[in-house]
């Protein structure tokens, strides 16, 4: 069988950066 290699963390959507 393959070795199961750990899958990366789904990339989670930041919230809108506040402009100042």
């Known amino acids: 069988g393959k070795p199961s290699?750990?899958?990366p963390a789904?990339?989670?959507p930041?919230?809108?950066h506040?402009?100042?």
């Open 5 to 7: 290699r750990p899958r």
């Open 18 to 20: 506040p402009r100042l």
């Open 10 to 12: 789904p990339i989670q």
């Open 14 to 16: 930041r919230p809108p």
